[in-house]
């Protein structure tokens, strides 16, 4: 299968992606051989794609990295580049090309500090591959310094590398950034284009596939998450019975610090699979002993390690959370549509007696009340309020309604 066959539901961005990426194939075939290259490309060197939650916009960006790498034998013979299976696909897919660097933010933002090693590496020609590519997977968590300093890489690029910015929407992105990117929307892609994909790709049994696609809403990695860890599933089932656990005080928060230790956990398990080995792979780099005695002169740079860690923890956490609230506010929006009789479909068929109860018992005003204080409680997190008090907050108002 081909890369651009992960592009679940995004048939119009595949082509337009596909006919870059040949272009940008005769491109560099032409400079090879010193050719003059066509002046019609539809390649540029730089990208922005965007597209609401779960519509697969970094692996989409990531499908065209490794087409516009691709060294397939058949890509020569006039076939669309994107194998997916030859080396330049294959190491641009897993994140290991040496021409293929990834920037995404560790803690609230991305830091000039973060940008200036890749900044300086877009100004250097391919080591090994036919580009030299920059994807940067949250460009809306660019701070102003590290925003400008992509913004002067971006104007002036050199000739052979490839800026691939993603973000939710056009808007979160400078200006001065985005009116020099070709812009790709993406769309989010349907349930049943979800189910397929999980059938085919993961080899998901087809029911629990419907099932997964449909409480995620299309919402593509979440889905494939559902459909394949049993952990994700016990975590999404707690969260449901939340609503049903805030009718007192003590019900409210403690439903809140449970909530808030569970995102926690879900931190810690990251820090313990991830931590560990960056850290002993920095200390052989810098020479430790056998003993574990550090060089004179590293204490800053395992500083900077673990405050990048520690950055990251806090995020994963905040994310975790952020998953929590999605899964509720989408179970009250099938209460709402209970409520007022809509035809949208109802996303969590698996508690729609708990969701037929909580509509005979409140109005839908009460409901979109408790919708906002979800929305309330993502805002609090997005501008760092303590987690706990922003999640007891919201529980809170779940129970006022």
């Known amino acids: 299968m081909t890369v651009w066959d992960d592009l679940v539901g995004q048939e119009r961005v595949s082509e337009q992606l596909a006919a870059a990426a040949r272009d940008a194939d005769a491109f560099v075939t032409a400079v090879s051989a010193g050719d003059a290259p066509s002046e019609a490309s539809k390649m540029t060197h730089a990208w922005l794609f965007t597209g609401p939650p779960g519509a ?127 812009h790709l929307n993406l769309r989010t892609p349907t349930v049943e284009a979800v189910a397929d994909m999980l059938v085919r790709r993961e080899g998901v049994e087809p029911a629990v596939a419907a099932a997964a696609a449909r409480a995620t809403q299309g919402h593509i990695e979440r889905a494939r998450r559902l459909a394949t860890d049993p952990a994700a599933r016990a975590r999404r089932a707690a969260v449901l019975k939340l609503p049903q656990r805030v009718e007192d005080v003590g019900g409210a928060l403690k439903a809140a ?54 950055r990251r923890r806090t995020r994963t956490q905040r994310d975790s959370l952020d998953l929590a609230l999605t899964d509720l506010t989408a179970f009250y929006r099938d209460v709402l549509a209970l409520q007022i009789g809509s035809r949208v479909a109802i996303a969590n068929t698996d508690v729609e007696d708990v969701l037929e109860r909580l509509a005979r018992g409140s109005t839908p005003e009460s409901t979109l009340r408790r919708m906002d204080a979800i929305a309330a409680c993502r805002d609090a997190l997005d501008r760092n309020v303590a987690p706990l008090l922003a999640v007891e907050a919201m529980t809170m108002s779940l129970r006022a309604g």
């Open 56 to 182: 697969g916009v970094t692996q989409t960006a990531r499908a065209f990295a490794a087409a516009l790498q691709c060294v397939s034998p058949d890509r020569a013979l006039g076939g669309v580049p994107g194998c997916g299976f030859c080396d330049g696909c294959h190491t641009a897919l897993i994140g290991t090309h040496a021409d293929v660097s990834t920037v995404a933010a560790v803690g609230s933002q991305i830091l000039v500090e973060d940008m200036r090693d890749t900044v300086r590496k877009s100004f250097t020609s391919p080591a090994t591959g036919r580009w030299q590519i920059i994807l940067v997977e949250d460009a809306e968590r660019l701070n102003e310094k590290s925003a400008n300093a992509v913004l002067k890489a971006v104007e002036e690029p050199a000739p052979r590398t490839v800026w691939l910015l993603c973000a939710p929407s056009i808007e979160d992105v400078l200006p001065t950034i985005r009116s020099r990117c070709r």
């Open 257 to 310: 610090q449970e909530l808030v230790d569970a995102a926690g956990e879900d931190a810690k398990q990251l820090a313990e699979e991830v931590d560990g080995k960056e850290t002993e792979e920095l200390k052989t780099a810098l020479g430790a002993s056998q003993g574990g005695r550090m060089p004179r002169g590293t204490a800053g740079v395992m500083k900077d390690l673990e405050d990048m860690q520690k």
